[in-house]
C-alpha cells in the first residue's frame, strides 16, 4: 500500500477463529496490541497513534497516520486470533501522484506541448527580447483564459546582436 506523509494510511484485514474457521466478530481496540515500525527502525505505535476497529462483520482495519517518509511495517496482534499478528508494510511518500501529475503537465508544456508565447516584444533586429510563456492543461484551452496551469515572463538580452542573456521565470 502506498501512502503520503501526514496523511492516514489504513491497512484492512480479517479475524478468522483457526479452530472452527468462522470469522471473528466483536474484537476492540484495546484487544490489539501492535507494533509499528518508523522507516528509520525501532517501533513507534508508543507515539504514533494506531487505532484498530471493525468496519464489517469479521472485517477490521488498523490505522495511523506516518510522519516521515520511507516504508512503514504495521503488525497487529491478538493473543487469541492471531498471535503470530497480521502484518502490511506502507510506502509512504512525499507528495500525491496528483503533485506528480501537476509537475509533468509543466514539463510537458515547457518542452512546448500545449504552449503559448504572447505579449512578445523585438528589438531592432528582430530578436524576441521579451514576452510571456503559459503553459495550459490540454490543446483545446490553448488561447484562451481556460485551464492555465503556470505563467513566465520571458526576457532576453542581447550584445552585438548575440543573445547573452535569457531568463525564463515563473509568475504564477
Known sequence: MDGIINQPIIENFTIVDESSLNIVTGLVDGDFSKVLIHPSGGDVADSVSVVVTETASGGYKAEYTPTSVGIWYLTVFNNTYCPFGKSGESQVYENSID??????????????????????????????????????????????????????????????????????????
Open 99 to 172: 503533485t506528480v501529475g501537476e509537475d509533468l503537465i509543466r514539463v510537458l508544456g515547457l518542452s512546448n506541448e500545449n504552449y503559448e508565447l504572447l505579449n512578445t516584444s523585438f528589438n531592432s533586429s528582430g530578436c524576441l527580447t521579451s514576452g510571456t510563456i503559459r503553459l495550459f492543461d490540454s490543446a483545446s484551452n490553448v488561447g484562451t483564459a481556460n485551464g492555465i496551469i503556470a505563467e513566465y515572463s520571458v526576457n532576453a538580452t542581447y550584445s552585438g546582436g548575440v543573445m547573452v542573456d535569457y531568463q525564463v521565470k515563473r509568475t504564477v
